[in-house]
């Protein structure tokens, strides 16, 4: 087999062919990852020759900016693969940011999926995910999802007519924006009373009862797909390695993903250079952080410490502690990719941080002011390079790339309350989360509809 799926328990270490529909591993319960023969599968000389594929872009597989990397994730043929035009990002040397992350201006880069078609990163997996379920022959594919998943579920099944989609969500806990996107690409919605990780628990229980299709990033094939974005990001920097690479944590399925991205990429001889990692928690989401940080957790060469988990949510639950933060799409307290997190971590000399509100507010505002709006949990990624600075984790001549998951119109109500003028607006929406100043806002100004009042406001 040229490709397969594998259990990354050590101890056991069991394969399964690709054409398996899996969540876990059937023989101990742990994460599957997909491998590859990379000898079957032609391995690359050099990273090269992805920037020749551009000049062939009126071939949609080509234009794709997952499937442009194929050789890179090969678990199906190249014609079986699904595309709607995913990955057109950009890489923005952010040199109006930097100076607030601490970082010299031509060192710090922001990676802006906000282009994709849903307007989020969650394309990059999802065309993958929806190629697999396509060729096992599913009929339905669902999904638990704070908003962006849903969203991109939605499109890939409104977009390609393969499947119907299936979305739970937690009682109030999606932003409009995204809950829009869902409902208008015509998505079955069920909203159960609970929080996101209620949700994933029984989309998980309903998709093996009904033989539905699970696309939530458990599934191992769809953080296939979001390893393309590492391989956009070292095509834009001309296939140099930066110092870093931040990124929010919520799933956790994009860190895990980068993970394996360059794990691949160091045995495969394609990189020498291996990047630190720095995965950014809300502080009212904070699971990671707290068991890698402050309780330890360490991969150990797949052997981690479960017991300290379980305790930790044994914890959680007496404690009744639900997460609760403005940056929902990272609203998770239950992170199904754990473990794979951990791996990553290792390989890539990580660290975790947690940041508040306000300082995701006051990052959310900076990046807003450079030109690339964004979503609050894609501005963690922000807030979190500027404590590592600031504690001199990072240098401020290091190289460092942040992730923007989400596009900023996935939650227009964070942006306007920040900037806005309506007090009450203001403290419904940040006030009681404890967002107290609005240093970096942008507040409209009144004035009477009078020509001499305007152009002497504007003198």
């Not at 990163?121 to 594919?141: I, L, P, Q, T, Y």
């Not at 951990?342 to 505002?365: M, P």
């Not at 900076?366 to 600075?389: D, I, N, R, T």
Request: contains cysteine; aromatic residues 8%.
């Amino acid at each position: 087999m040229s490709a397969y799926q594998c259990c990354i328990n050590p101890d056991c270490g069991k394969t399964f062919g690709v054409d398996e529909v899996l969540h876990c591993c059937p023989a101990c319960g742990e994460l599957l990852d997909v491998q590859y023969d990379w000898n079957a599968v032609k391995p690359l000389k050099s990273l090269n020759v992805f920037e020749s594929y551009w000049s062939e872009r009126s071939n949609p597989h080509r234009f794709s900016g997952v499937w442009r990397f194929h050789q890179l994730l090969p678990f199906l043929p190249l014609e079986k693969c699904v595309t709607i035009g995913e990955g057109q990002t950009v890489l923005q040397n952010a040199q109006r940011v930097a100076p607030y992350a601490g970082i010299k201006p031509d060192r710090f880069f922001l990676q802006y999926e906000g282009l994709n078609p849903s307007g989020s990163f969650k394309d990059n997996g999802m065309c993958a995910a929806f190629s697999h379920g396509a060729f096992v022959g599913a009929s339905r594919a669902a999904c638990a999802s704070t908003g962006n998943t849903s969203a991109s579920l939605a499109i890939y099944s409104a977009c390609t007519n393969l499947m119907q989609s299936v979305i739970f969500i937690g009682s109030g806990k999606i932003a409009y924006g995204k809950l829009s996107q869902a409902l208008d690409y015509g998505a079955k919605t069920i909203q159960i009373d609970g929080d996101f990780d209620d949700a994933m628990s029984r989309v998980q229980q309903v998709s093996k009862e009904l033989g539905i299709y699970l696309v939530n990033s458990v599934n191992p094939f769809r953080l296939e797909g979001q390893k393309a974005i590492m391989f956009r990001v070292l095509e834009a920097l001309r296939w140099q390695v930066p110092d870093w690479i931040a990124v929010p944590g919520g799933n956790l399925g994009n860190s895990s993903s980068f993970g394996k991205a360059f794990i691949e990429l160091h045995q495969l001889g394609l990189i020498k250079k291996v990047p630190c990692l720095a995965v950014i928690n809300a502080a009212g989401a904070d699971t990671l952080y707290r068991l890698y940080e402050k309780e330890g957790l360490r991969w150990n060469g797949g052997r981690y410490d479960k017991n300290l988990t379980k305790k930790f949510y044994e914890t959680m639950n007496s404690e009744g502690r639900k997460a609760s933060t403005i940056a929902s799409a990272i609203e998770i307290n239950r992170p199904v990719n754990l473990s794979k997190c951990l791996r990553a971590l290792d390989f890539c000399n990580g660290v975790v941080r947690e940041v508040s509100e306000q300082e995701i507010l006051d990052a959310k505002a900076q990046v807003g002011a450079s030109g690339l709006g964004c979503e609050p949990a894609s501005a963690a990624s922000v807030a979190g390079v500027k404590k590592l600075a600031a504690e001199g984790i990072i240098a401020k001549d290091e190289s460092v790339v942040c992730i923007l998951t989400g596009h900023q119109l996935k939650d227009p109500n964070a942006t306007v309350a920040y900037h806005g003028t309506d007090k009450d607006f203001y403290e419904e929406i940040l006030g009681k989360r404890g967002v107290k100043t609005r240093v970096f806002a942008n507040h409209p100004v009144s004035v009477a509809n009078d020509l001499e009042q305007i152009v002497s406001m504007l003198r």
